[in-house]
């Protein structure tokens, strides 16, 4: 079972781990699993005439970096776009690449470097002692 590390400001925790996902696909598909089985042991519960799933997502965060090249292949700027979908981070990484306008003001063209990408889910789980 993971360490988590518990945060003294709120009831929540944090856990750092040794080894980066590869990609979003892996990524996404330990989120997905974590949902769909609820290993953690979550509760469904009832707030405000709504019932909640045991394990629900609250936010989700993508960052994909870039870097700008010009002809020679020599770096001449970076910069990062952040998404709040799957989806989004797909579709907005062929965005840039293709984006002229910014390939314009840049000098150079965009490239993708997928290894220095982000990827942050916070999730919410019902403890079956009724806390969050």
Do not use: W
């Not at 990524?27 to 609820?38: E, G, M, P, Y």
């Not at 519960?45 to 870039?66: D, G, I």
């Amino acid at each position: 079972m993971a360490q988590f590390k518990q945060r003294n400001t709120e009831k929540s925790a944090i856990h750092a781990l040794r080894h980066p996902f590869p990609d979003i696909v892996a990524f996404d598909t330990v989120v997905r699993s974590l949902i769909l089985k609820n290993p953690l042991g979550c509760t469904s519960y009832m707030s405000a005439k709504k019932n909640h799933p045991p394990l629900e997502t609250v936010r989700e965060m993508f960052t994909a970096k870039f870097v700008y090249e010009n002809a020679k292949g020599k770096r001449i700027g970076s910069g990062s776009e952040i998404y709040n979908t799957v989806d989004g981070y797909h579709t907005g990484i062929a965005a840039v690449i293709s984006n002229m306008a910014n390939i314009a003001s840049h000098g150079g063209k965009a490239k993708h470097v997928p290894g220095a990408d982000l990827f942050s889910v916070t999730l919410k789980c019902h403890d079956p002692k009724g806390e969050l």
